[in-house]
């Protein structure tokens, strides 16, 4: 928009010991403006937890979303942006949290919620949510995360409109390669153009970052989105016919990062 601006500047206080464990962000800028909860929109996260057992443990309060292939922060990102279907997902949510860590290499996180992209409920509905997480060697992960749940508003809409969203991910490096790749497959009731039949929504994206010298990195992202029924997206498009449909497209996106110390990062990039 022709000015400059903050993306976003944060505070993080942790604390972790043998029985308790704790963490509060505080952020400020346009993403914490545009993107977050409208009435907690400076929290990026705040929860507490205590441990259960030796390998169990439970957290409540707000969290980050655990659904999704990429991150939403630049530095999260190989691409130092997100995809369009990573702009589409959740980004905070609240409720508790079972964390459960069997072995080294798997982490299974099952979460009770007030909703999609929620912190405070507008029904009297809770969700579901899975996050597993299993560890290849050194290199990198593979993951599946899923969210269930009925976000109707109560005052606005009687109609039931059940979302199902599911996504997987793998990330590997080999080298000076970084690869990863994901999906989302999304079903929700009652939400066609028309309103009375299920839609879907399914998006991709791969993503490789190239370590070119000590300091220097050269990425490419391909993406896919594919709302027709425009239930995530909204249907503000028209076809051919002059039918309503929702976010149809494919996109790349390619740059080159300076990384002058391992705490920094100057990133330039291109996105079609």
Known sequence: SNQFGLNTAMFTAQYDAEKVRGIVSLQFGDIARSAWSSTYNNIMEAHAGIRLSKKLWMDAGFFRSHLGTEGLLPKENLTNSVSVGTFFEPYYESGFRLNYNPSDKLSINLYALNGY???????????????????????????????????????????????????????????????????????????????????SMFSGVASFKYQCRKKFAAYARGEIFNDPQGFMSAPPFRDVTGKLTGLILRGATAGMEYKPTDLASVACRDAR
């Open 117 to 199: 992209n929620l912190y405070e409920d507008n029904n009297s509905k809770k969700s579901l949510g899975l996050l597993v997480t299993y560890a290849i060697g050194d290199k990198g992960n593979i993951g599946y995360s899923n969210y269930i749940g009925d976000d109707t508003p109560t005052a606005a809409d009687s109609i039931s409109h059940l979302r199902i969203h599911q996504n997987l991910f793998w990330n590997y490096q080999i080298k000076k390669l970084k690869i990863q790749i994901g999906g989302d497959y999304c079903m929700q009731q009652n939400s066609d153009t028309t309103g009375k039949k299920s839609a």
